[in-house]
């Protein structure tokens, strides 16, 4: 895995904006309506080819395709696995809700947003099965499309995503399996075989587990002793998934529900970092530059950096349609280099902000000022009046 050597590196966490005459064909695919799948494929394959450029043109040294075979986690994880069925929602079933503890405190606003926010008629998905992985086809394009993109082109590296089996199983009920340990680490299992599916095509396997964090809010009752035992079982389940995958091809990103709202009751950073260190991976990209959380660079302070490490820290976020000014991009990244090191630091993005900014250019002009952030960056942590870092 590439580290920041002799310049603060550039990456984000994942969904970019898609066209929309794509996002209207993925959105047909996922909701089964009718679509041209010859059209699908070949629109598909362009328009990764297409954000591959534009991320390069845009500052990325670290670039991925945009995900954007991925309508959302729940359609994608319903793909790539079998042992699921849909069923209608009825009134007595409880959404997910990753604002869970939020929503105790400002009910009123959870309410204004309506339904689709709430959950409250999406369709529900059930484990009735022994799960099985059936994704070898949509990783497969996944793969192709993405090397087909990258083949005229020169970057730092390349990666590509896939789910932790923890986040995966809050959004499918398991009605089959004895227990919760039995259930996860049978995701983790399934899953396995995509996530050694990327790395086998030389890419870099980023592991997206927002349900790490916001599920405290989902499982709003418990304490944190108990919900610190809940989301180690999930993780050492996902370690067992990467157990014959070597940690410098993975990396692995969490955030704390990328839902706009007030996050008062967000789990604090320190709680759980250590569980955070415990993946199985070579870096960590970590939301940190929102109102909740851009204070959380102190944990650092006293969390030492485990030696061969590297901390993606969120510079840039998708909380807001701000455009954060490349001044406080390279402060943020200062701050962090001086505590882990410079090598050890690269810029990233608090989430993917592809389908949570106001509009596709305001996402391109984050990703901007975060290529000029960490230039500045650069000539403040390199120059010849910079400190020994």
Request: a negative charge; aromatic letters at 10%.
């Amino acid at each position: 895995m590439k580290r920041s050597a002799e310049r603060i590196l550039v990456t984000h966490a994942g969904s970019l904006p898609q066209p929309v005459d794509l996002r209207e064909m993925v959105i047909a695919k996922s909701s089964g309506q009718p679509y041209d799948r010859d059209a699908f494929a070949r629109r598909l394959r362009s328009a990764v080819a297409e954000v591959v450029r534009k991320q390069i043109d845009s500052g990325i040294d670290i670039i991925n395709d945009g995900e954007f075979g991925k309508p959302s986690f729940l359609s994608y994880a319903r793909d790539r696995l079998s042992g699921f069925e849909e069923r209608p929602p009825r009134p007595e079933d409880r959404p997910a809700m990753i604002f869970g503890r939020d929503l105790a405190d400002f009910p009123e606003y959870f309410e204004k947003l309506g339904d689709a926010i709430r959950g409250r008629h999406a369709k529900k998905f059930f484990c009735v099965a022994p799960l099985k992985y059936v994704g070898h086809a949509a990783v497969k394009t996944d793969i192709e499309n993405f090397k087909a993109a990258l083949r005229d082109v020169k970057v730092e590296e390349a990666f590509l995503p896939a789910i932790a089996p923890g986040t995966i199983e809050h959004w499918m009920t398991n009605e089959y399996y004895p227990n919760d340990e039995a259930y996860v680490y049978a995701i983790a299992e399934a899953m396995r075989e995509e996530y050694t599916a990327i790395v086998d095509a030389g890419f870099i396997l980023q592991i997206d587990d927002p349900d790490l964090a916001d599920g405290w809010q989902i499982n709003s009752q418990m304490s944190v002793p108990e919900y610190r035992k809940f989301a180690e079982l999930r993780i050492d389940a996902l370690n067992h998934a990467l157990r014959d995958i070597p940690q410098e091809r993975v990396r692995f990103h969490m955030c704390w529900g990328s839902y706009h709202g007030p996050h008062k009751h967000d789990i604090p950073l320190r709680d759980i970092v250590d569980l955070i260190l415990k993946v199985r991976a070579e870096a960590y990209s970590i939301e940190a530059s929102n109102p909740c959380h851009d204070h959380e660079w102190r944990v650092w302070e006293d969390i030492n950096l485990p030696e061969g490490k590297v901390l993606v820290p969120g510079v840039v976020g998708h909380a807001s349609d701000f455009i954060e000014h490349p001044e406080l991009v390279a402060e943020r990244l200062v701050k962090y280099a001086r505590l882990v090191g410079r090598e050890n630091v690269i810029a990233g993005t608090d989430c993917g902000l592809g389908p949570r900014v106001g509009h596709p250019k305001i996402a391109w002009a984050k990703f901007e000022a975060m290529a000029e952030g960490a230039s500045l960056a650069t000539k403040r942590l390199w120059g010849p009046r910079s400190l020994s870092i």
